[in-house]
């Protein structure tokens, strides 16, 4: 009895569609050479030598999180501090009539 759901998983599962192996992709993935295996300092020394990122849109991205509402400072300070306001929003929540 313990058997039964286990031999329906298994009836279904056999029911699927299994996708081909013999692609076109799949056969580029396997004619492809191996990846270049190097060192992590090669790879960190390569990302500041050349970043993703310039310093315009950094200053970008954070001119916008502060338009957001504040994310800069919610998620930059001390943890303690954080905890504090959280607390004394918690207490004003508990407070507030919401019924009204």
């Known amino acids: 009895m313990r058997a039964l759901p286990l031999l329906a998983c ?3 599962a056999a029911c699927a569609q ?3 192996l013999d ?3 799949a056969e580029r993935a396997l004619a492809a050479p191996y ?3 190097v060192p992590l300092e090669t790879l ?3 990302a500041e030598r050349d970043p993703r990122i310039t310093v315009a849109e950094a200053e970008a991205l954070q001119r916008r999180a ?3 509402g504040g994310i800069d400072r919610a998620t930059s300070g001390d943890l303690a ?3 504090a306001r959280l607390r004394e929003r ?3 929540l508990r407070a507030a009539d919401l019924d009204a």
């Open 23 to 25: 692609t076109p992709a």
């Open 35 to 37: 990846p270049e295996l």
């Open 66 to 68: 502060a338009a957001l």
């Open 81 to 83: 501090e954080r905890a």
């Open 44 to 46: 960190l020394a390569a």
């Open 18 to 20: 299994v996708p081909g």
């Open 10 to 12: 298994l009836s279904l």
């Open 90 to 92: 918690a207490e004003a």
